[in-house]
């Protein structure tokens, strides 16, 4: 069956402007997470939904940084304002409900902020 | 707070011998998860294994197995008989329950013909 994706896969955008990154997760798929990954760095945490609940949202930077999925499926990472820090890659992934399940990647946004 | 270490920043194995990754991991929970991520170039993360806390045997899938060592916190990967497909950058990750994966810093693996 089709993974996770991702759109776009690339996106410039110059400082000050608004970006809306989507990910489209696993079909039947309850959980998603978005990660944040640095250049030569892990995936850090930003956020995650079940269903259409965001449950936890610690991981998030700052308050230019929002995201949602208002109908349990597709999701849309939001940021506003861009600042070059935020350049990096954003990564989804989706995973069952259970506790022991493991989550699955799409192939990332790559945002550039110049 | 959990963290998740990878000490090697940089490993290279020829082709056809064997290699170990190495992770340790900080935790005070006695039920938890392990993975081990591949990211090529293509930056898609694939999951290569995986490993329950609660279980004592380690896990195996085809040439990638793990050395898990609970009471150590480490948890290593030996990928035998090394591909040229094997290179890429890998990822140690922790899990408690439905929640978030924690990765280590990666381990950039290169084989050489």
């Known amino acids: 069956g089709a993974g996770v994706s991702q759109s776009p896969r690339y996106k410039v955008a110059k400082r000050g402007q608004d970006v809306a990154l989507r990910c489209d997760p696993i079909?039947?798929?309850?959980?998603l997470f978005w990660y944040q990954q640095a250049l030569g760095q892990g995936p850090e945490f930003l956020t995650y939904?079940?269903?259409?609940?965001?449950?936890?949202k610690s991981g998030l930077p700052s308050d230019r940084f929002f995201a949602e999925r208002p109908e349990g499926s597709v999701s849309t990472l939001k940021i506003q304002r861009t600042q070059q820090e935020d350049s990096a890659v954003y990564l989804c992934a989706s995973s069952l409900v259970g506790v022991a399940d493991t989550q699955y990647f799409g192939p990332g946004t790559r945002l550039t902020v110049l | 707070a959990q963290t998740v270490t990878q000490s090697q920043p940089e490993m290279s194995v020829q082709e056809a011998e064997t290699v170990t990754l190495s992770c340790t991991y900080d935790?005070?929970?006695?039920?938890?998860?392990l993975f081990w991520y591949k990211q090529p170039p293509s930056r898609q993360m694939i999951l290569v294994i995986r490993?329950?806390?609660?279980?004592?045997q380690n896990a195996t899938e085809n040439r990638f197995s793990v050395n898990f060592q609970k009471a150590a916190k480490s948890f290593s990967l030996k990928i035998s008989d090394s591909q040229l497909g094997d290179a890429a950058m890998y990822f140690c990750a922790y899990k408690k329950g439905a929640q978030k994966l924690v990765f280590g810093q990666g381990t950039r693996l290169t084989i050489n013909p």
């Open positions: 935790t005070s929970e006695s039920d938890y998860y």
């Open positions: 079909s039947g798929h309850v959980s």
């Open positions: 490993q329950e806390a609660y279980k004592q």
């Open positions: 939904f079940q269903n259409e609940a965001q449950l936890d």
